[in-house]
């Protein structure tokens, strides 16, 4: 069988007709699918498809999938079924969603892009037979390169300062104005932009803001103050900024930045935030001491963390059951704008699902729950990024509060935590446009 398989490949290697990996497009943003087709390969034969991408930190994240080929001796990923890999069934984009660290790598790391001017580049390759692991010791039959991009083309990434306020501003191409989203990350510090570029590439202008953890934000009892003037003054800017559409801005926020958005629209009257999108947070309010610090004491927060059996630590527990104290609630029932609300029930990071439900119920008692949009995700986690990034269940953590790095249970299974980031962007995406855009609409932008 094996010397009539070598047989095989020789004659198509001699007729011209090598296998080939066929994708389209090969160049486009992160959030679009790629059609993947290998063709002339033996008839009814085992192969492995292999994707693989050296990040920024020079960490190699790799996925696989075990096919079948048809009686002409192709494989189309987005029909056929995957028997066996980091993913199975019929998974047009498991080659990307379904990614791990290598099993040679440094583990529990996140896959977080830093220079959005660049790709993801993934090379993905096919290999004879099923295959699981020596994938640089196997001889490649073809491959190709898919280029994933943050950016769209036209897309403006610009350094924001202005006066405290920092962060990166993002801007599509065109002399606007534009219907603008103040973007906040979560306790974990510094400036991420991916998400912010993102929504640039859909024809938002995005403030990324740094608001903790960055050396040119102004300390936590500064940023965290009760007035909440660091992030009122950070909306103004945005609103003010000569493309941005003045009073078309929305609060995008995940985790501690949930916290902050909620704080934003419910208890500053000079801001009127259009909307506000809510990702894996809650209603309690974590800055009420001045600082964004999780863990201050590491003996007294042992006293509520839980552990796996591996010791991976369990933060849910931090702030749940919750607090009756009024000063560590947020006041949603001030909120006067709609609210969106995305969680996971498997969210082992805080209790948002636990929270959302408690909004809910504030709301309604207050009459303004027809406000609210609340999407739970089964089996899902607390990391809800842009859809086809791989899911982190565990990573490692720096608390810079005790300096000190420790491991984070986030929660969720890959392939329903896979499905919830693609489902919940196009819903956020629609949300936007409802509630956002209304005159000013947005060009989305496609293929690079």
């Known amino acids: 069988m094996v010397e009539w398989l070598k047989q095989g490949i020789a004659m198509n290697n001699c007729l011209g007709v090598a296998p080939i990996i066929k994708a389209e497009p090969t160049r486009g943003l992160v959030d679009e699918p790629v059609k993947l087709e290998i063709a002339h390969l033996v008839p009814n034969h085992q192969v492995t498809l292999h994707s693989q991408l050296l990040s920024e930190d020079d960490d190699r994240w790799m996925a696989y999938g075990h ?8 494989v189309r990923v987005s029909q056929d079924e995957s028997l066996g890999g980091t993913y199975t069934g019929q998974e047009s984009m498991g080659l990307i969603w379904s990614m791990k660290l290598a099993p040679d790598n440094r583990q529990e790391m996140r896959l977080r892009k830093k220079n959005m001017t660049a790709p993801l580049t ?14 640089d010791k196997d001889v490649v039959l073809a491959s190709a390169v898919l280029e994933r991009f943050y950016m769209a083309p036209g897309t403006t990434r610009l350094e924001f300062k202005e006066g405290r ?3 990166t501003l993002f801007l599509p191409p065109g ?6 989203i103040l973007d906040m990350w979560g306790g974990g510090g510094g400036l991420f932009e991916y998400r912010a570029a993102l929504f640039a590439s859909k024809g938002y202008a995005v403030l990324a803001l ?9 300390q936590s009892k500064e940023v965290f103050d009760p007035k909440l003037s660091y992030f009122e003054e950070a909306f103004v800017a945005l609103n003010n900024h000569p493309k941005v559409a003045k009073g078309k801005v929305a609060l995008v926020g995940l985790s501690l930045g949930v916290t902050i958005a909620l704080l934003m629209a419910a208890e500053l009257t000079n801001i009127q935030p259009k909307c506000v999108i809510c990702i894996s947070g809650t209603h309690l309010n974590m800055i009420w001491n001045g600082n964004a610090d999780v863990i201050e ?20 527990y931090l702030s749940f059951p919750f607090t009756k104290v009024s000063k560590l609630i947020v006041p949603v029932d001030k909120i006067r704008c709609p609210l969106m609300i995305i969680c996971g029930e498997d969210d082992q990071n805080c209790p948002a699902a636990e929270s959302a439900d408690e909004i809910k119920k504030m709301m309604k008692a207050a009459g303004n729950d027809h406000l609210l949009t ?9 990391l809800i990024e842009p859809p086809y990034s791989p899911h982190f269940r565990i990573t490692k953590f720096k608390l810079h509060s005790i300096n000190k790095t420790v491991r984070i249970l986030w929660g969720g299974t890959t392939k329903p935590h896979a499905d919830a980031q693609e489902d919940s962007w196009k819903k956020i995406l ?8 209304h005159e000013h609409p947005v060009v989305i932008q496609s293929n690079l």
């Open 67 to 74: 096919y079948i080929s048809d009686s002409e001796g192709i």
């Open 122 to 135: 993934v090379t993905v390759s096919v290999y004879d037979g099923w295959i699981s692991s020596n994938f």
């Open 165 to 167: 306020v920092v962060g």
């Open 175 to 180: 002399p606007g104005p534009f219907p603008a």
């Open 210 to 218: 740094a608001y903790t953890g960055h050396k040119d934000v102004p």
């Open 297 to 316: 004491d590491e003996n007294e927060a042992l006293s509520k963390v839980k552990f796996t059996e591996d010791g991976v630590m369990i933060w849910k």
């Open 374 to 382: 609340t999407i739970l995700y089964p089996q899902t986690g607390h």
């Open 430 to 437: 629609v949300y936007l446009e409802k509630h956002l855009v």
